[in-house]
């Protein structure tokens, strides 16, 4: 693959994975594309981006707090992937159980001892939604090297996400911590809403029919090119049926489908109107300028989420005392200390949902997160199983 092929591919994902995950906070999927991604181990400074050269003198640790198989298992192709191993940034990735789920536990120790590079933390029960004691499971050694936390419901990730909010972290010391762009963000859905990046999505209003192909509904299915044109099954409008289903569907493991036809006209009657974030004028391109021409934005204080952060150890040790995390690092310290969080809009990842979308579990999009991964990032000996839709329980 050339670097004007990748170029090419990573541009379209990217177009997509915005248009259908930001199209509604309870639905994201997967980009569709015509290249096939190398497969690791691959050296990442030979295939993508020359400039983004892991520093050698640096240990970059990942730290997951696990608890659900059912979306990290697909996250795990991802992770490995980043490893040093197999030419990432990733130089250990250390799983901090919180969960007493037995199922979970078993899956995540066995995988601990399958990948080389996996370590798992021991943790007290006690510490289960503890974020304070679930962040301080340092290790000697740690003092001067960098975390890059990553919540285990990440359900994608551009292939320079964790290197580029990493190289944005060095390249950046008046930081405080380094954030991607987050599909299914309340905060970085509003800025990719009215940055224009966001299409029309409505659930399906009635089942497909039995011969739909497999490419639109199932459990190989993730293009989104290939699903059928949103219609309504009666006189009512749009907005109506809204009002009439909320953001349910039809059955269980439905379809969000595209409005084609007046896409933008019909934006605001698709529930990513209910998008919200405090800003303080209504001038607000001036404001929050999304991406400077290196792809970096401040958001000036503002709450963000913290699915997948980047920030310097000892940076964390010094300053984080307790408290709810996501507050306290993007609000709470950055300002006593005016050092910014940074979001590094050239990288992407996907969050699968939050406890207040319930309804997540009612559609295929955790299906299609799982082909998508299955033909794009996972090696042939790695796929993961393609079993029941949506059994996965909402995230935190």
């Known amino acids: ?5 990748v170029d090419g591919h990573e541009a ?7 248009s259908l995950s930001a199209a509604s906070s309870d639905d994201v999927e997967a980009a569709d594309a015509e290249q096939t991604y190398i497969t690791y181990p ?11 050269v892991k520093p050698e003198e640096i240990k970059i640790i990942g730290l997951l707090f696990y608890g659900r198989k059912r979306s990290l298992e697909i996250l795990d192709c991802y992770l490995q992937k980043n490893l040093v191993s197999n030419g990432g ?27 080389d590079g996996y370590t798992l933390i021991r943790s007290d029960a006690n510490e289960y939604g503890d974020y ?28 320079l996400a964790i290197p580029q909010i990493v190289s944005t972290l060095l390249d950046h010391p008046e930081a405080l911590a380094v954030l991607p762009n987050l599909i299914n963000s309340a905060s970085l859905g509003f800025m990719n809403f009215h940055a224009g990046a966001v299409n029309a999505y409505l ?107 980047a920030i310097r150890v000892n940076d964390l040790l010094d300053n984080y005392s307790g408290g709810g995390d996501e507050h306290e690092l993007t609000i709470t310290i ?13 990288a992407m990842a996907a969050h699968y949902a939050f406890q207040v979308q319930p309804k997540m579990h009612n559609t295929d999009a955790l ?30």
């Open 89 to 115: 940034f990733l130089d250990e990735i250390r799983f901090i159980r919180g969960t007493d789920d037995i199922d979970d536990i078993v899956w995540v120790s066995q995988k601990v001892r399958e990948v």
């Open 203 to 309: 659930p399906e209003v009635q089942r497909p029919p039995q011969n739909v192909s497999d490419a639109s509904y199932g459990p190989t299915a993730w293009r989104s090119s290939a699903l059928p044109t949103w219609k309504s099954a009666s006189k009512l409008s749009i907005s109506e049926v809204i009002e009439e289903r909320g953001d349910g569907g039809p059955y269980k493991n439905h379809r969000w489908l595209p409005l084609r036809e007046n896409n933008k006209t019909h934006l605001q009657d698709t529930p990513i109107q209910d998008t919200v974030f405090e800003i303080p004028t209504t001038d607000w391109k001036s404001k929050f300028d999304f991406g400077d021409s290196d792809g970096i934005w401040n958001p000036m204080y503002k709450r963000m989420n913290i699915n997948l952060i």
């Open 12 to 18: 379209e994902q990217r177009e997509e994975l915005l």
């Open 132 to 159: 304070h004691a679930m962040w301080m499971h340092t290790q000697a050694g740690d003092e001067g090297q960098i975390y890059v936390k990553i919540d285990d419901d990440l359900a994608w990730m551009s292939d």
């Open 42 to 52: 691959y050296i990442w400074s030979t295939h993508r981006d020359t400039t983004l």
């Open 367 to 396: 299906a299609r997160y799982r082909a998508y991964a299955n033909e794009m990032i996972c090696p042939a000996d790695k796929q993961i199983p393609l079993d029941e839709f949506g059994t996965a329980e909402p995230g935190a």
């Open 1 to 5: 693959m050339t670097r004007d092929q």
């Open 334 to 346: 950055p300002k006593r200390l005016s050092r910014p969080v940074l979001i590094q809009t050239k």
